[in-house]
């Protein structure tokens, strides 16, 4: 997904300062499409289910790839270099794709569509549950149990979910993982699946502070908001890997959303294709 390697010990100059702006930059070109069409799309009403949702979804993306450009720092004087938030960012925005990839994407065939949104339904009902009994709320938990039966005795109509173990059931009924397997989703569309989990499970020692993230700190001269090559090459890689994740999205909605496409493309130019699969996961 990303061309630079973060640095194993923070020396030299893994990324120059004009490729780091070089990067940011390109980030900002992808925004700028994902927003217009997102914002057409806004204006349009859904003929399906997946439309509605991929709309929702993609609006989630492009809101968080904004906050993402904004806290990756401009170079001056008081510039901030936090690598630590910018990787929450960017391992979300990777999840999000994926569950867009699992509910929008693959759900052509109406069956699909109606197991996998009644699956989404129901991890809403269970999380929401959770939430209000452990923040100590009152969850009407009569209302919930009732609505997760219906989702049941929905799913119990699909020969999908017929099809199903006993045991991917069970699990399928806990709603408090995700329904799909991660490489599976890699798999089918095309992602070399190892560098992928790689650089994500790198993301994740920074978003749970792992060792790898506070370990060598002082040695590298890192981690401390100042600008140094370590968090310049590896905030570069989370742009990089963001700006590809980003990028594929809107050209999946652009096929999703033909009439948003068109408009998009009217608004930003001829070449806006070519810009999106210039960055685009692959």
């Not at 938030?85 to 990839?101: D, M, P, Q, T, Y």
């Not at 493309?265 to 001829?270: F, M, T």
Request: proline share 2%.
């Amino acid at each position: 997904m990303s061309s630079i390697e973060a640095s194993s010990d923070g020396d030299g100059e893994i990324v120059s300062r004009s490729e780091y702006l070089k990067y940011r930059s390109g980030l900002s070109e992808v925004i700028k499409v994902a927003a217009i069409l997102s914002y057409n799309i806004s204006e349009e009403k859904p003929d399906t289910g997946r439309q509605y949702w991929s709309s929702v979804l993609f609006t989630k993306l492009v809101i968080s790839s904004i906050t993402l450009k904004e806290i990756c720092p401009v170079r001056s004087k008081k510039s901030h270099w936090d690598f630590s938030s910018v990787a929450g960012i960017a391992r979300s925005n990777a999840e999000l794709w994926l569950f867009f990839v699992w509910l929008c994407i693959e759900t052509e065939e109406d069956e699909e569509w109606y197991y996998r949104i009644r699956v989404f339904r129901l991890m809403d009902n269970k999380a929401r549950f959770r939430l209000m009994e452990e923040t100590g709320g009152d969850p009407k938990e009569a209302e919930f149990l009732q609505r997760q039966i219906e989702i049941k005795q929905e799913l119990d109509l699909n020969n999908i979910f017929r099809s199903l173990s006993d045991k991917r059931k069970s699990e399928i009924m806990r709603g408090d993982k995700n329904p799909y397997i991660q490489d599976d989703i890699l798999d089918r569309i095309g992602q070399d699946k190892k560098k992928f989990r790689g650089y994500y499970r790198y993301l994740s020692s920074f978003v749970h502070t792992g060792p790898v993230s506070v370990f060598r700190m002082q040695e590298h001269n890192r981690g401390n908001g100042a600008e140094n090559p370590y968090d310049r090459a590896a905030i570069s890689a989370a742009i990089l890997f963001s700006t590809s994740i980003l990028a594929a999205c809107t050209d999946q909605m652009m096929a999703l959303h033909p009439d948003g496409a068109i408009k998009t493309i009217q608004s930003v130019g001829e070449d806006t294709i070519k810009l999106i699969h210039s960055f685009k996961a692959s």
